[in-house]
């Protein structure tokens, strides 16, 4: 069992950054693939980031690329999203996931193979 807590979230103007973070406890996340998603209201859950559990392969959704950055502090058990450039279309609640199971580029982007989630972090940037 995996239990997530992200935290970092806040209200920022565009251009401005936040990072946040993903505290696991458990069983160390380098025994998982850690994701980050986002949902807007009346949106679906939408796949941002991802990180291998050994932290040397990174994913990102194409509108975040040059702007968002994954990472994690095995000595902190902690997985981090460094958000620059924020813009307007950003805003949601931001959630981090792992994933036990092997994945491939397809499956990794969706929620279904995430096993465990956080309870979600609120960003909302204004323009």
């Known amino acids: 069992q995996v239990q997530l807590v992200e935290s970092g979230g806040g209200l920022v103007q565009a251009g401005d950054s936040l990072r946040l973070s993903c505290a696991a406890s458990?069983?160390?996340?380098?025994?998982?693939?850690m994701g980050w998603f986002r949902q807007a209201p009346g949106l679906e859950r939408e796949f941002v980031a991802a990180i291998t559990g050994n932290g040397i392969t990174t994913y990102y959704l194409d509108s975040v690329k040059g702007r968002f950055a994954i990472s994690g502090d095995n000595t902190k058990n902690t997985v981090y999203l460094q958000m620059n450039s924020l813009k307007a279309e950003d805003t949601a609640v931001y959630y981090c996931a792992a994933a036990k199971a092997a994945f491939t580029l397809s499956t990794m982007r969706g929620p279904g193979i995430y096993d465990y989630w956080g309870q979600g972090t609120q960003v909302t940037v204004s323009s």
């Open positions: 458990g069983r160390a996340f380098n025994n998982y693939l």
